[in-house]
């Protein structure tokens, strides 16, 4: 039986400089965030980021770590739109950009699960999606409708990276909020290897249904190449029922995108030491 | 119209839930989506008077049976609606969706994901998010909490949600499912269906003129048959009682 328990500098450190990277989670919803972190810390860059976006992207775009975004919108939610993105957007400081549907995203991860080289769909059609992302192909229809559809190629990643509830050491986890986003589409479309939950808490495989039922068990450890445990992994977005979103942090780390000064401060306080130093100066206020 | 069941004592605010509710009606039993404060109260209010058979989430992930109010968690679950759902639910176009826009045309193209030159925006917005698949799949209404002539404009800078000749030109399934129902401002409602999809002013709201919308506008409107907005009839303000006791809606539309 593999024990495929790691620390997130182990897992960053299995990552190489232009790789494509997947990050699961919503806007600021249940973000791994200690993975983020460890990426911060990493010399690594020139990462291609998918992503639906919300702190990641802006703290991955701040320091630099950013060649290519593939995103369908980044906000941090209840603060509608992420100041550290509109910055590098504003100083047209990512190299290359691949926004799409919402909808267009969940499809190129999926075609990558299911080994597909793309999967049909009318989401994207007719918008300045197409114009914007010249690569972008149709196909007919092949019976009788014969209609012209959208070919949403595969979103194939190098690693994933997704933040759950529980986990056991062999990679099963569960997810006890309300929605599992779509880690596992992320977790599907990454090279095997290079697979990573985090998660609250690592429990013995036989409470995983201590907290919920077994419809929470959407991530199986084939899906799983390393695990992390990683309290407040999350922080400081929400991770329900462990905790919510830490709205009094974000909006610091909101403002801190004011100027150079106040992002150096947040940065110092917060960004330069390991995640323990981190989860300390977060709980010192 | 004048205010025939009108109780006189509506806000502006009040107007603009009736009209974004308004753009529900005949809806029967689908999702009435509504992103942010009015649009959610809105579809809230539809469900509670006219239009008793609409789906209404919680705006996490959750369908809600009865009345929930704005802000409140004391909700009766009635089904499940992850992201992956509200996907699966709009691509079978099972959904009607009130949007904002940053930026609407005179072709009823809508933009919420950038402004000025796409390599380098003067102003970064969300990003396209789910418009251009809401737009291509089903009924799409907007909710424009400040109109003005930056917010209308001639045309728009980034293409999110289809207008009328873009849907037209994108196919004859697309042109058949899209829709533009209303457009509801704060001073307003609007569609396009005047002469060639044409941007038609319906009525404005009570206390404003139609100088002042067309003013505020940054393209030709049509002008004919102009009404006035109506007011909630007695049913409907007791509803927007129950349904925003806080009075979320009075901060975002404060006329």
Known sequence: MSDKRCTEDEAV?????????????????????????????????????VTYGGPDVGLLCAAGKVRKLVY????LDSIALEPHFRIARQTGSIPELQELDEGMLQWGLYAASLRLPFLPTRSGLGSDVMALNPMLKTVRSPYADGEELLAMPALTLDAAFVHLNRADARGNATFLG??????????????????????????????LLKEGTFHTMRITRGMVDGVVEAPFGAHFTSCEPDYPRDEVFQKAYADAAVDADAWRAFHERYLEGSERDYQEAVARG | MAEPAGTGAATRADVCAVAIAEAFRGDGEIFASGMGTLPMLGARLA?????????????????????????????????????RSVFDTLWAGRRHVVMGASQLDAEGNQNISNIGPWARPSAQLLGVRGAPGNTVNHTTSYWVPNHS?????????????????????????????????RVVTNKAVLDFNGPDHRCRLLSVHPGVTVEEVVEATGFELVTDGVTTTREPTAEEQAALGRLDPAGLRHKEVRA
């Open chain 1, 13 to 49: 450190a299995t990552l190489a400089d232009g790789m494509t990277i997947g990050i699961g989670g919503w806007g600021s919803r249940r973000k791994p965030m200690s993975m983020v972190r460890a990426i911060l810390r990493s010399p690594l860059k020139d990462l291609t980021v």
């Open chain 1, 72 to 75: 369908g919108f980044v906000s």
């Open chain 1, 178 to 207: 309300p929605d599992l986003y779509f880690d596992d589409l992320f977790l599907g479309a990454a090279a095997p290897g290079r697979r990573f939950v985090s998660a609250e808490r690592i429990v013995p495989t036989e409470d």
């Open chain 2, 47 to 83: 469900r509670a008077t006219f239009e008793p058979d609409l789906l209404v989430s919680d705006g996490e992930a959750f369908y809600v049976a009865g009345d929930l109010p704005l802000g409140s968690d004391d909700k009766v679950i009635e089904g499940w609606i992850p992201f």
């Open chain 2, 149 to 181: 002539t930056r917010v209308f404009v001639p045309q728009v800078d980034v293409v999110c949600g289809l207008g009328y000749r873009r849907a037209a030109e994108a196919g004859a399934w697309i042109d058949a499912h899209h829709e533009i129902r």
